[in-house]
Nanobody, 113 residues
Framework: QVQLVESGGGLAQPGGSLRVSCTAS????????MAWYRQVPGKQRELVAY???????NYSDSVKGRFSISGDGVKNTMYLQMNSLKPEDTAAYYC???????RGQGTQVTVSA
């Protein structure tokens, strides 16, 4: 069973940056693409970024121009670089593979002064 482990969350100030990572127990190339979601308690889960293999990255309007998704096939790790953070980016961030129900345990990102 494929496992995903997120890390790198924490506290950041508005306007700051964080990078969250997600290490997979399988090769990234085994899947058609990867994605990052976020969720705030009581709200619907939001797809913030995804990358289909061989394609281009896509972002939700709320993070476009500030977040960047990438992957390292050697390390089997995907990343979400988050810049110009806003308080509304506060959420638990989860990684996943496209068209699967595989999901990590999440890492909390809190943006606050």
């Amino acid at each position: 069973q494929v496992q995903l482990v997120e890390s790198g969350g924490g506290l950041a100030q508005p306007g700051g940056s964080l990078r969250v990572s997600c290490t997979a127990s399988a090769r990234l190339s085994s899947f058609i693409g990867m994605a990052w979601y976020r969720q705030v308690p009581g709200k619907q889960r939001e797809l913030v970024a995804y990358f289909a293999s061989g394609g281009i990255a896509n972002y939700s309007d709320s993070v476009k121009g500030r977040f960047s998704i990438s992957g390292d096939g050697v390390k089997n790790t995907m990343y979400l670089q988050m810049n110009s953070l806003k308080p509304e980016d506060t959420a638990a961030y989860y990684c996943s593979f496209l068209r699967t129900t595989i999901r990590g345990q999440g890492t909390q990102v809190t943006v606050s002064a």
